[in-house]
């Protein structure tokens, strides 16, 4: 039983800051690519973010760059994305993935495992 299971989503005002975490069961992180997704109603599925199992070096959508930043804790077998000056545009549902791989490529394709998605709303 291979999960991932997002957590930390909420309400909050523009500005404001989140969270969000990741726990892995079932499997380890150490070798796999981490990412986050985004997907707003209506919209398509977006990356947002990615880390790399190799070189632990991070690419963040240009939307987000300054604002988030990626991390991953082998030891706890949890990814986190810290999201900071939250803006409306980044409300959606934030989705963890991870796969096995040291490219970070933000394609939804390349990755294997999927969290159910955590809502991310940011309004006054």
């Known amino acids: 039983q291979l999960q991932l299971v997002e957590s930390g989503g909420g309400l909050v005002q523009p500005g404001g800051s989140l969270r969000l975490s990741c726990a892995a069961s079932?499997?380890?992180?150490?070798?796999?690519?981490i990412g986050w997704f985004r997907q707003a109603p209506g919209k398509e599925r977006e990356g947002v973010s990615c880390?790399?199992?190799?070189?632990?070096?991070?690419n963040y959508a240009d939307s987000v760059k300054g604002r988030f930043t990626i991390s991953r804790d082998n030891a706890k077998n949890t990814m986190y994305l810290q999201m900071n000056s939250l803006k409306p545009e980044d409300t959606a549902v934030y989705y963890c993935?991870?796969?096995?791989?040291?490219?970070?490529?933000?394609?939804?394709?390349?990755?294997?495992?999927w969290g159910q998605g955590t809502q991310v709303t940011v309004s006054s």
């Open positions: 880390i790399s199992s190799r070189s632990g070096r991070p």
């Open positions: 993935a991870a796969t096995p791989s040291s490219l970070c490529v933000l394609q939804l394709n390349n990755y294997r495992y």
């Open positions: 079932g499997f380890t992180l150490d070798y796999y690519d």
